[in-house]
């Protein structure tokens, strides 16, 4: 069965960092597009970040280049999401996510629980 489980999410103030994880299982993650994404309260899920498998491409929207990295352990079969200079803004639930496009952020498969990120003084 694939499964996601994401963790490493809290409440850090701006300017804070967090790194968030997504560890797989029932699959192996090198075969697959990962992406992360999130959703704020009362807004759309949406795609922030993907490793592209197929030639080891990082893709970030514009919103998070600079500040967001992904990276991937192939030995935990985990991806990883660090996020630095956190702001307000950046307060959502982070899900991580097969897709079939690092452009489209097309996710398909199950979901996992998310993980929790608020940003706040």
């Known amino acids: 069965q694939v499964q996601f489980v994401e963790s490493g999410g809290g409440l850090v103030q701006p300017g804070g960092s967090l790194r968030l994880s997504c560890a797989a299982s029932g699959f192996t993650l090198d075969y697959y597009r990962i992406g992360w994404f999130r959703q704020a309260p009362g807004k759309e899920r949406e795609g922030v970040s993907c490793?592209?498998?197929?030639?080891?491409?990082?893709w970030y929207v514009d919103s998070v280049k600079g500040r967001f990295t992904i990276s991937r352990d192939n030995a935990k079969n985990t991806v990883y999401l660090q996020i630095d200079t956190l702001k307000p803004e950046d307060t959502a639930v982070y899900y991580c996510?097969?897709?079939?496009?690092?452009?489209?952020?097309?996710?398909?498969?199950?979901w996992g629980q998310g993980t929790q990120v608020t940003v706040s003084k």
């Open positions: 490793f592209d498998s197929s030639d080891g491409t990082e």
């Open positions: 996510a097969t897709v079939r496009s690092c452009i489209l952020y097309d996710q398909f498969g199950s």
